[in-house]
Nanobody, 121 residues
Framework: QVQLVESGGGLVQPGASLRLSCEAS????????MGWYRQAPGKDRELLAT???????NYPDSVKGRFTISRGNTENTVYLQMNSLKPEDTAVYYC???????????????WGQGTQVTVSS
């Protein structure tokens, strides 16, 4: 069983920075891509950043320049550095991985449970 666990959310003031962490554990043969999404109340889930196994990153224009995705010491860990946070960044932030649990098995998309980020004065 593969599991993604996010951490690092919380309450911060506008303009502050926050770093989220996501660690994948369990049976993992290969990870193709890891990424971050968020979902605010009443809104659709929104892509924030992706990082491929080859190190390529992708961001939507809405967060480009403020958010940075990076890999930890192992390929099973990714971070999302968020700077200059705004009240509209308030949402539940989810980690996502596209991975192969065992060799010669299909790739699967796995989601974490989410971590709340609230930006408020």
């Amino acid at each position: 069983q593969v599991q993604l666990v996010e951490s690092g959310g919380g309450l911060v003031q506008p303009g502050a920075s926050l770093r989220l962490s996501c660690e994948a554990s369990g049976s993992i043969f290969s990870i193709a891509t890891m990424g971050w999404y968020r979902q605010a109340p009443g809104k659709d889930r929104e892509l924030l950043a992706t990082l491929t196994s080859g190190g390529n990153t992708n961001y939507p224009d809405s967060v480009k320049g403020r958010f940075t995705i990076s890999r930890g010491n192992t390929e099973n860990t990714v971070y999302l550095q968020m700077n200059s946070l705004k009240p509209e960044d308030t949402a539940v932030y989810y980690c996502n991985a596209y991975l192969m649990p065992f060799s010669y098995t299909p790739y699967r998309r796995i989601w974490g449970q989410g971590t709340q980020v609230t930006v408020s004065s």
